[in-house]
């Protein structure tokens, strides 16, 4: 079993940065492809970005290449995601997920374990 907690969200206003994190605990943490999602009101949760467990490869979702960085820490059990350029659409609650056997692609249902998200509001 593996316990995901983000942690990081809060009110920013547009063109501005935030930095989300996620802890993960459990044996095999630090050997799982990792992921952030996130749902905005009334609207289905969306794959935002993911990285292999070695750091190496890392996958975006189009609307936020070039503004948003994912990044992890094995010897923490942390992911990050810096995100720059934030712009209102990026408002919505963030998840963080992990995925036991892939290398960090875009389907939800590839997906595991899932912490219980942090609220990133953005306003114009």
């Known amino acids: 079993q593996v316990q995901l907690v983000e942690s990081g969200g809060g009110l920013v206003q547009a063109g501005g940065s935030l930095r989300l994190s996620c802890a993960a605990s459990g044996r095999t943490s630090s050997s799982y492809a990792m992921g952030w999602f996130r749902q905005a009101p009334g609207k289905e949760r969306e794959f935002v970005a993911a990285v292999s467990w070695s750091g190496i490869k890392t996958n975006y979702a189009d609307s936020v290449k070039g503004r948003f960085t994912i990044s992890r820490d094995n010897a923490k059990n942390t992911v990050l995601l810096q995100m720059n350029s934030l712009e209102p659409e990026d408002t919505a609650v963030y998840y963080c997920?992990?995925?036991?056997?892939?290398?960090?692609?875009?389907?939800?249902?590839?997906?595991?374990?899932w912490g219980q998200g942090t609220q990133v509001t953005v306003s114009s």
């Open positions: 997920a992990a995925d036991r056997y892939g290398s960090g692609g875009s389907r939800r249902g590839d997906y595991d374990y």
